[in-house]
């Protein structure tokens, strides 16, 4: 049985359907060990469930799936550089988040839960709308007024109840948490509850089954709240601990310069104050899990990058001119292709399908 355990301090907690941060109110990481037998990739089902054994669920009949995870990995050439994509977009709800919504929502149901609340700024919350729907889960989800219609339409089709929080992310997360300390409902944060995380992990795993038991050099990340960067240290460090792979691929985060509190944490110089960008998606101004993200990205050699909004811009366009139609936010990453400091080989996911955030790209010059 996985035990909870604080990410500042250290303390163990039983798992409790309850608890969602530490006595420490610090967000709480799994003490779980991937059950891999031969320390080989096996093929599976063509789904993120391939990798059933490293997956933090005890029950197969808890578990909730609508096909989600082993998505395309094409190589592109992009703003001059060679570069393979993991096609994320391609997921049910249109985002890599449903791999950690997957796990997530497969936790409530093995917890016995009825009725979930979570705060998204879009992705997560149409994720986690999607995968209670198909439990038959209760979900109620909040977000900040300036979300994306296409995200809310999505969120309230699956019968999840969306309440539109005016004021910042932060002011979102706060009434949402208010909502599941008053209320009989699990806490289903994709940024505080770990399982979500041990969903997104299977991006590494596909990843380096995709390559043939091969790492690539680095991989090139959007950095919000960190479930990607995160989510993708704990899969490589389990393939390493295995003996898969040898050592971790770099992992290279990239956040928009117009709200980029990690960037200058990892120059070590104050946060400007946030301003508006394309990618609301990582729009992140406190970011939960940030001293974590950057212990991860320090011990793999990585790095984090900004970009502002003309190199999303132009990183989108570039994305569409090969053929893939992307979120804003997904284009991040891309944008910081070109300053790369890495000669192996690079990854990056296409996090978010473009038809997300159809009003914004229309309005684009
Ligand atoms: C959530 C999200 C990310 C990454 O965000 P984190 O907050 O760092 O986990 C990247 N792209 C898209 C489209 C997203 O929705």
Request: glycine share 10%; proline share 5%.
């Amino acid at each position: 049985m996985s035990q909870l355990v604080c990410s500042r301090t250290g303390d163990r907690y039983a798992l409790d359907a309850r608890r969602w941060q530490s006595e420490a109110g610090a967000p709480l990481d799994l003490d779980f060990r991937a059950g891999w037998v031969s320390g080989a990739l096996r093929a599976g089902s063509p789904s993120m469930w391939r990798y059933r054994a490293a997956l933090p669920i005890e029950a197969d009949a808890h578990i909730v799936s609508l096909g989600e995870g082993w998505t395309p990995l094409i190589e592109a050439e992009l703003l001059g550089r060679r570069v393979r994509l993991k096609l994320d977009h391609l997921m049910p709800s249109g985002s890599y988040k449903d791999r950690g919504a997957s796990v997530l929502i497969s936790k409530a149901r093995e917890l016995g839960v009825k009725r979930v609340v979570a705060d998204s700024s879009g992705n997560a919350g149409a994720a986690i709308a999607a995968y209670a729907a198909r439990a038959e889960i209760a979900c109620e989800v909040f977000v900040p007024a300036s979300t994306a219609p296409a995200k809310l339409v999505q969120t309230r089709m699956h019968g999840a109840t969306v309440r539109t929080v005016e004021g910042s992310r932060e002011d979102t997360a706060a009434a949402c948490i208010d909502a599941a300390q008053r209320g009989d409902a699990w806490y289903a944060s994709h940024v505080w509850q770990p399982w979500f995380l041990h969903g997104v992990k299977t991006l590494a795993y596909e990843l380096v089954e995709q390559l043939d038991g091969r790492a690539p050099a680095g991989v090139v990340l959007p950095l919000g709240n960190g479930t990607l960067v995160l989510g993708c240290a704990i899969g490589f460090g389990e393939l390493r601990d295995v003996g898969v792979i040898e050592r971790v691929p770099r992992l290279i985060a990239v956040q928009a310069a117009n709200c980029a509190p990690l960037e200058a944490a990892w120059r070590g110089v104050a946060a400007a104050a946030p301003a508006p960008t394309l990618a609301e998606g990582i729009a992140i101004a406190r970011p939960q899990r940030g001293p974590q993200c950057l212990a991860a990205i320090r011990e793999t050699g990585g790095t984090v990058i900004a970009v502002d909004e003309a190199q999303i811009v132009r990183a989108l366009r570039a994305a569409a001119k090969i053929g893939l139609f992307i979120e804003p936010t997904s284009a991040v990453a891309l944008a910081a292709l070109e300053h790369v400091d890495c000669s192996g080989e690079l990854v990056a996911p296409i996090t978010g399908h473009g038809l997300k955030a159809v009003e914004k790209l229309a309005r684009l010059p």
